[in-house]
Nanobody
Framework: QAQLAESGGGSVQAGGSLRLSCVGR????????IGWFRQAPGKEREGREG???????????YYADSVKGRFTISRDNAKNTVYLQMDSLKSEDGAIYYC?????????????????WGQGIQVTVSS
């Protein structure tokens, strides 16, 4: 299966912005949608929170309420890349962020059955 690789993480102050990238070769051919997830410090893997999903064909998106209006997910299929633009960051946004791919049918507001995962990247938000 395709390897996904996140980049663009780092440390910012509350109110600041970061843009994360997820690169995966051949994702358009292999997957229906790509999602961003996060896992807060000290949480188990089962506690990962789905925050945004983009359909690779057409670019339709949906978001968790916790990030709606602040984060924007998009894709550039020619570059095999999915982006997560994070604005107005809050301290509670600090987490390890993962991108993940789904080869099953994608449903709006559904964060289940993402089977291919990146390694994760740290986002730290300070006051």
């Amino acid at each position: 299966q395709a390897q996904l690789a996140e980049s663009g993480g780092g440390s910012v102050q509350a109110g600041g912005s970061l843009r994360l990238s997820c690169v995966g070769r051949g994702i358009l051919a292999k997957y229906n949608c790509i999602g961003w997830f996060r896992q807060a410090p000290g949480k188990e893997r089962e506690g990962r929170e789905g925050i945004a999903v983009v359909y690779l064909s057409g670019g339709r998106t949906y978001y968790a309420d916790s990030v709606k209006g602040r984060f924007t997910i998009s894709r550039d299929n020619a570059k095999n890349t999915v982006y997560l633009q994070m604005d107005s960051l809050k301290s509670e946004d600090g987490a390890i962020y993962y991108c993940a791919a789904k080869d099953r049918f994608c449903y709006d507001h559904d964060f289940t059955e993402f089977g291919t995962w990146g390694q994760g990247i740290q986002v730290t938000v300070s006051s």
